[in-house]
């Protein structure tokens, strides 16, 4: 166990490490971070249509939710080329790069144009069409990253700075509509469909059981390795984003939510205190007999019942710590095995609307995020005390080794002052 665990530690996280520190990977994170706030305001939306279902006099503002959330795909087209710029090295062309990129993604929406008249499915704006802004802006950033290595401009002497800057933007975004015009309106690819057709399989097994957890599981696995979780979201944002917006169109047309694996149920249900649950481990420090652990777990009391649990993550330890990161991936397992056929067994609401509210204390954001179902706080204590249970054990033996070390600091401590 020792040796596997050193491997763990010392080979295979530093290479995954290297591996997602990628400048695309950067980009795709930084870009879904900054679309964070689009999400924020729909989320406030939510929450105000809680209330509003209660009561009616309330006027409708839908259209907020509308023109917030239901426009993710765009913003996110804009976002990832403009991080995607600064990441390559040639940010002051930034917001030239996310225009380049909202065209392209316009093109792939294919819209038609009819005296004038523009038209194209409003759905494929929002969560069912992040698939088209990762593909639309990941083209854009490779034409503009190659056009940038020629170097064409750099040297000349004759050209004013204007008209170079113009060439810069003119010739990438040129190219890569061309690009875009020659496979779309002259092979006829519809490359909205297919990108969604290609990611349709990852999609649907996100929200099957073995799906669901890997999707739990496995983001928390890197953390405890001290590798930040944002790297999945390429993967869990679109599988995420579009299950709710199928959730939605299902309640709009008169049927049931069936897709289980949505941000409200991954980041406000099932990881209570953190990725990786550890609010009981945060509570349990409170009371613990070693002096550090128990000023520890005080400083990220905060932050933890916050959900924010990476002081905890990176300073109790829990990141490469062999004896607190095993309960950290049962947790994985099991909350969301608990969670998922909860749902799935129609328990609790299956979200419908995007509920950005995990940063609220548990079970607050938990209520929030399933419409004001009432029986998911329920749930929520039942996943506390499992978690409680899960971390008791490994708790006390990380207690036991510190109480050990601080035993020996201040027997030398002693012998020094002798």
Known sequence: MNGFMNWLGTDFAPKVAKMMDKKIIRALSGALMANVPILLIGSLVSIYNVFAGYFTVLPDLSPIYNFSFGILSLTL???????????????????????IS?????????????DF???????????????????TGIFVIVVSNLYFKLHLFEDS?????????????????FFSLLVGHIVINIAHVNLFDLATTLFSPIIAIGQTY??????????????SFGINSWFMNPITSPVGQAGIAANAAAIAAGTVATNIYTPNVAFSVVFIGGMGMTLALNIM???SKSTSVRRFGQIALIPSIFNVNEPLVYGAPIALNPILMVPMWINAIIIPTLVYFTFNAGLITIPYQV?????????????????????????????FIITWLIWLPFFKVHEANMLKEETEEAGDAELEVA
Not at 160 to 169: C, E, G, S
Not at 210 to 223: A, D, E, K, S, W
């Open 117 to 135: 008249n523009f038209s194209v499915k409003f759905s494929r704006f929002g969560g069912t069409g992040m698939i088209a802004s990762f593909v």
């Open 157 to 173: 002497d004759t050209l004013p700075d204007f008209l170079v800057r113009w060439l810069n933007q003119v010739i990438p975004g």
């Open 355 to 383: 509920m950005n509210v995990n940063q609220l204390p548990f079970p607050i954001c938990s209520f929030l995020a399933t419409h004001g179902d009432a029986r998911v706080i329920v749930l929520e204590v039942i996943i």
């Open 102 to 114: 909202v065209m392209l993604f316009f093109l792939v929406m294919q819209p038609e144009i009819v």
């Open 285 to 287: 420090m409170l009371r």
């Open 77 to 99: 087209a804009f976002l990832l080329g403009y991080h995607g710029a600064k990441q390559y090295g040639f940010g002051s062309y930034g917001v030239s790069t996310g225009l």
């Open 210 to 223: 073995p799906g669901f957890v890997l999707l739990c599981f496995i983001p928390t696995f890197f953390y």
